[in-house]
């Protein structure tokens, strides 16, 4: 029986990891084999960190989005396969990407149709920032390309899912889906809080159901969706953090990360950074099963944490991942220094820097494209 193929996008900081385990773990228990794809542009991802400390199986995909890197897409669905024979596989692209249905869905379904099952795309919306890209609240927004690829994913959603719904009041939450019904009627709209969990199992049970409408192509500007791309800088880091044991043995490892993500959140603010998505985890050295979990998805917004360690720690593994429409240099720059002065300076712990790097996304060019003339 073939599986279910599950793509759920949307821009950086929607809420799509918290949104996805909440799914794997409503499909477990129902008795449904689970399988997640997670994608990024660099290594080191805090959504698979997020995905295997609740056991489920997780291939990830580096170094570019699902479009560009559709072979290494086949490959993971087929290791999943192989380990766990999935009846889902929920497979989450990278937040600035967009044109999946016609680089991703529909050739997943014309070459390998008799192995998936193409379910129709979803995309997530923070409310907060969907209020604001469409004009109904006022805020800092990320130029005119950035927004052209926020816009793009929206216009391709045959599922538009408004998350965070207990960030708005119901005044606030009928104006937005009235908005997004408005200028995106292809979409059916949902409202769901990934959360607390209202609102889930009605999109759940829709997305399964479905049927992908393969008439619905994009009318999209390559060129200006690389420049957009090429706004945002990408940091991803692995740290290693271990006391000192001169008098400092353990630490509070929720207390740090919360410190860690505001000192960022200041240097990025002070560099005029419009922050897209800063998340981080922080683990005990081995034992990936015990995790905190940080996530700040607005410069006008506040760190906050997902998932919390019951133990000090000894030692631990930090994963930071940071977008933000800003030089990747600024980046390093925050990053680097926010870790010295909460790490070193304010705790006195040991740290060392096993990975990182920062750029900028290169222009996308998908391995793949059905069009109309094509399908």
Request: with cysteine.
């Amino acid at each position: 029986m073939a599986s279910r193929y599950l793509m759920i996008g949307g821009f950086l900081g929607a809420g799509k990891t918290t949104l996805i385990q909440r799914f794997a773990r409503y499909l477990d228990a129902k008795g449904r084999r689970v399988g997640l794809i997670t994608n990024d542009q660099g290594a080191g991802l805090v959504d698979s960190a997020i995905g295997r400390s609740n056991r489920f199986p997780v291939e990830e995909i580096p170094g570019g989005c699902f479009c560009c890197r559709f072979n290494s897409l086949i490959d993971a669905a087929k290791n999943l396969t192989e380990a766990s024979r999935p009846d889902v596989l929920l497979a989450e692209p990278v937040g600035s990407c967009t044109d999946l249905v016609a680089t991703v869905s529909l050739p997943l379904r014309k070459i390998y149709g008799e192995d998936y099952a193409v379910a129709p795309l979803s995309v997530l919306v923070d409310p907060v920032r969907a209020a604001q890209v469409l004009g109904l609240r006022e805020g800092r927004k990320f130029s005119e390309n950035v927004l052209y690829i926020y816009r793009k994913q929206l216009e391709e959603a045959q599922f538009i899912v408004v998350n965070k719904a207990d960030l708005l009041d119901e005044a606030q939450r009928s104006e937005l889906v009235a908005a997004l019904e408005r200028e995106f009627p292809g979409a059916r709209v949902f409202v769901v809080s990934a959360r607390e969990g209202t609102g889930c199992e009605d999109w759940f049970e829709a997305v399964l159901d479905a049927e992908m409408d393969a008439a619905h192509f994009l009318e999209i500007d390559y060129d200006r969706y690389g420049e957009g791309e090429a706004l945002l800088g990408w940091l991803n880091a692995t740290v290693e953090i271990k006391a000192d044991g001169g008098g400092v043995d353990e630490f509070d490892g929720n207390e740090l990360l919360t410190a860690i993500a505001g000192a960022l959140k200041e240097k990025l603010e002070f560099a005029g950074a419009e922050v897209a998505h800063l998340k981080a985890t922080l683990t005990p050295l081995g034992d990936p099963y015990e995790i905190a979990a940080i996530n700040l998805v607005r410069g006008d917004a506040a760190p906050e944490l997902s998932h919390r360690l019951y133990e000090p720690l000894e030692d631990g593994e930090l994963l930071l991942n940071i977008r933000a429409e800003v030089d990747p240099d600024t980046l390093e720059e925050a990053a680097t220094a926010a870790l010295e002065a909460e790490i070193a300076i304010a705790r006195s712990l040991l740290f060392r820097i096993a990975h990182l790097e920062h750029f900028r996304p290169g222009q996308p060019v998908p391995t793949h494209r059905v069009t109309a003339s094509t399908a």
